[in-house]
């Protein structure tokens, strides 16, 4: 497998912002301020309807330590860090901006604090391996769509399987998180075998998960 590029590396962390500002010595605009400078941030809140948390402040296009930060998000309850490089770099970027805040800013944020945390991870990969062959009643279905589809077609056009997915069912448990898929690139011809996939944990589980899936389909 090769990796290719990384869309989107999202980190999501549960935490109040009532918990990082506990004392109230923190003030909302002078930390807005210090973020743009401290991230160079592109675009960042320009007028106070902006600044409303329970919908999301959003900073686009920064930079931390070397890493590109896509966008960064404060909500009420929550913190967003989007990066093309992994999650584990936006992990990285959301630690040691909060830990940067209490030395500087005033937070009372320590190491540890965030206890709940969602991830997405976005991968473009290419392979050897075809990640989406199919059981042979699959296979059959190809073929007997593509003999079929010819007819209505009036030419011969292979159908193959173009995305794959799981989830869980959402009506027993209404927690919010991608699924995990796979699906060929679009704009790539399928002899390629360019995928792009989605799950939701760190990029590294992700890639792993790949790499495992490649192992066992080069079995058959």
């Given at each position: 497998m090769q990796l290719v590029s990384v869309p989107l590396a999202r980190v999501l962390a549960y935490i109040e912002g009532?918990?990082?500002?506990?004392?109230?010595?923190?003030?909302?605009?002078?930390?807005?301020?210090?973020?743009?400078?401290?991230?160079?941030?592109?675009?960042?809140?320009k007028n106070f309807e902006e600044t409303n948390e329970d919908k999301g402040v959003n900073f686009?296009?920064?930079?931390?330590?070397?890493?590109?930060?896509?966008?960064?998000?404060?909500?009420?309850?929550?913190?967003?860090?989007?990066?093309?490089?992994?999650?584990?770099a936006s992990e990285q970027v959301l630690e040691e901006a909060l830990t940067w805040g209490a030395q500087e800013l005033g937070l009372t944020y320590k190491s540890g604090m965030i206890k709940r945390k969602q991830y997405i991870s976005d991968i473009v990969i290419n392979s050897d391996i075809d990640l989406l062959a199919v059981h042979p009643a699959f296979a059959n279905l190809q073929k007997a769509v593509t003999d079929v589809g010819e007819q209505y077609l009036w030419q011969r056009?292979?159908?193959?399987?173009?995305?794959?997915?799981?989830?869980?069912?959402?009506?027993?448990?209404?927690?919010?998180?991608?699924?995990?898929?796979?699906?060929?690139?679009?704009n790539a011809l399928f002899s390629e075998k360019k995928y792009f996939s989605e799950a939701p944990m760190p990029t590294k589980v992700h890639i792993g998960l790949i790499e495992k899936l490649e192992a066992d389909l080069g079995k058959g």
């Open positions: 009532a918990e990082l500002n506990a004392q109230g010595k923190a003030f909302f605009p002078e930390i807005i301020g210090s973020l743009i400078e401290r991230f160079q941030f592109q675009k960042y809140p686009f296009e920064g930079r931390w330590k070397g890493i590109n930060v896509n966008k960064l998000t404060i909500f009420t309850g929550a913190l967003i860090v989007d990066t093309s490089t992994s999650t584990e056009r292979p159908y193959e399987l173009t995305h794959f997915g799981l989830d869980f069912d959402h009506t027993l448990n209404p927690l919010i998180a991608a699924p995990f898929s796979i699906q060929r690139r679009g």
